[in-house]
């Protein structure tokens, strides 16, 4: 048979175009669904049977359990999911994605929508030209769609002519009679091939129109898709490698769960693909009148070995969890180590759920910037040399774990905007681009209060008790405004008024203190109460609070127009 490189780069660029069609596809109804789709996966995970049919319906839409698993690990990795809930949608995802080898054995196989896809692109692209953006994602569908079918349509028609050329397979033949050597060796073949084009439904369809063709028999073929549901778990493992660890306990979770489901039905291979014969073909030894049949056998045996493992495996969720949990621990850092909690660019996905993730990673930012002035609370009551030196050292290693902080979630943002993002998407975008340089500012107020507290320390200054009480109660005040500043990033836009009349209230009432210690403190010196260098230590620390607090202000104002203007 005449086979040339140019015939294996054109099959190459079929499967290409198949993958393209899908990954547009998912891309498309992502885009169209939105918040709405983040809602669902949120609020339908309420129990392990609600969550199952959310991955199923999910991934049922988008024909992709890849980019489902993704966004569930990107959800746990941002805090939206528990790895319970996550396990649920997991499970549905499984059986979700069979959805498209019934597609392409009853369209892709019994039609030619080859011809079908030249229309649908006359309909498709003009939509990609409206101005508006629900119409241009549908029009990205409509084009996937065509797209996929017509690269399917491409893969049947180049590849080889093996049927009639039984001997370039020749050398497989002394694999397929090996009883269940065979069977696992079929299986780790379609592992790789998964893993190599990183969607099981590639996969898929490979598999199937090697049936289709008479290349390959239905055990071997069986084999191959069991395969695939371990290669699939691995883009969300993939994803995970830079996510926290409940992202990674996720993707694990999903691994374990397809490599138990693959270990029972190797052990029941032969007696449950006897059972599909029986389904498919009306006897358990019967063999298909047509290709076609086979094609409706295999995915029959994709579906119901999906739906059996969860029917097995939803009521052991908790044991899964417990199980990831085990196997990876969770490792005692040094609280003073840099590392982002939730974002990274390994785990960027859809530019809308990043933006997500990156408000998680802010609130985070603000939470350890609080607890940054609470380590300065201390060292100001610390009177043990050996304590007082390891927690300026602690609040050293603060400073610069905000400064890099900062430029990497910066980085990160800046890498989101330039991914399509809706209007009021854009608008939070720069809103938090202004946040995370205030708390940045409010970081160094606090290593600014530090450095005081260190002079006092070294030059020996004792403060009166009554300038003791006067620090510690704008110390209590300025800690206020960083409690009501996490309120107003926690809290939900409709409250968002309040919360900032609470914030100017307390800035006022921090000014008018400031205020009322700067007139005292002159007075103070002018009658001798205390030294003079003492007073200017005292003023130093009372304005640096000030301006803290400034910061503050300056957050919530950027969090607060970032979210009226993304109305």
Not at 125 to 137: A, L
Not at 366 to 378: D, H, I, Y
Not at 501 to 509: D, F, L, R, V
Request: hydrophobic residues 45%.
């Amino acid at each position: 048979m005449n086979y040339s490189f140019l015939d294996f780069l054109v099959l190459l660029g079929s499967l290409g175009l198949f993958l393209y069609g899908m990954k547009l596809m998912s891309e498309a109804l992502q885009k169209v669904a939105g918040d709405r789709l983040r809602t669902i996966l949120s609020a339908m995970t309420s129990n392990r049977f609600t969550g199952i049919l959310t991955g199923f319906l999910i991934t049922a839409i988008i024909q992709s359990s890849s980019a489902t698993t993704v966004m569930v690990v990107s959800f746990v990795n941002a805090g939206l999911l528990s790895l319970v809930q996550s396990v649920g949608v997991i499970m549905g995802a499984n059986i979700g994605t069979t959805i498209t080898a019934w597609i392409i054995s009853i369209a892709g196989f019994k039609f030619d929508l080859g011809y079908i896809a030249l229309p649908l692109l006359a309909v498709g692209v003009p939509f990609t030209f409206s101005k508006k953006h629900k119409r241009k994602y549908w029009g990205e569908f409509v084009i996937g769609f065509a797209l996929l079918f017509k690269g399917l349509d491409f893969l049947k028609n180049s590849v080889p002519d093996i049927k009639n050329n039984p001997d370039i397979l020749s050398f497989l033949q002394s694999y397929t009679d090996m009883g269940y050597g065979s069977i696992f060796l079929f299986l780790l073949i379609g592992t790789l091939l998964t893993v190599i084009v990183q969607s099981s439904s590639a996969t898929m369809a490979i598999t199937l129109v090697m049936c289709s063709q008479g290349w390959i028999s239905l055990e071997i073929a069986a084999a191959i898709i069991l395969g695939e549901n371990i290669g699939t778990t691995i883009t969300a493992n993939l994803a995970a490698l830079s996510g926290n660890i409940s992202a990674k306990r996720a993707a694990l979770a999903h691994l374990l769960f397809n490599v138990f489901g693959v270990c029972w039905v190797m052990i029941l291979f032969y007696p449950f693909l006897s059972l599909i014969r029986y389904i498919i073909f009306g006897s358990f030894t019967g063999e298909p009148q047509d290709m076609a049949a086979t094609t409706y056998a295999l995915s029959m045996f994709h579906t119901l070995f999906n739906i059996c493992n969860v029917l097995i495996l939803c009521w052991f969720v908790k044991p899964l969890v417990k199980l990831v949990t085990y196997i990876l621990p969770q490792k005692e850092e040094e609280e003073e180590s840099f590392r982002l909690t939730y974002i990274s660019t390994g785990m960027l996905s859809t530019s809308e759920l990043s933006v997500l993730q990156a408000s998680k990673e802010i609130l985070d930012y603000a939470n350890r910037t609080k607890k940054m002035f609470r380590l300065v609370q201390e060292l100001y009551s610390e009177k043990d040399e050996s304590d007082f030196a390891k927690l300026f050292s602690r609040i050293e290693k603060y400073e610069s774990i905000s400064d890099r902080t900062e430029v990497e979630i910066a980085n990160y943002l800046t890498k989101v905007s330039e991914g399509r993002l809706s209007a009021d998407s854009k608008q939070r975008i720069l809103g938090m681009l202004k946040v995370i340089t205030e708390i940045e500012s409010i970081a160094d107020s606090c290593y600014n209060l530090a450095r005081t507290i260190s002079h006092k320390h070294d030059e020996g200054i004792e403060f009166t008790n009554d300038i003791d009480h006067n620090i510690r109660e704008m110390f209590a005040l300025t800690e206020t405004s960083l409690k009501q500043m996490l309120i107003v990033e926690e809290r939900p836009e409709s409250t968002i008024n309040i919360d900032i009349t609470k914030s100017y209230n307390i800035e006022n009432e921090i000014n008018n203190f400031r205020n009322q210690l700067k007139a005292k403190n002159a007075l103070d010196i002018k009658a001798q109460a205390y030294q003079y260098k003492e007073g200017i230590v005292y003023m130093d620390i009372i304005i640096e609070c000030e301006k803290l607090s400034d910061y503050v202000v300056n957050v919530v104002e950027a969090i607060a127009e970032s979210r009226v203007k993304g109305k």
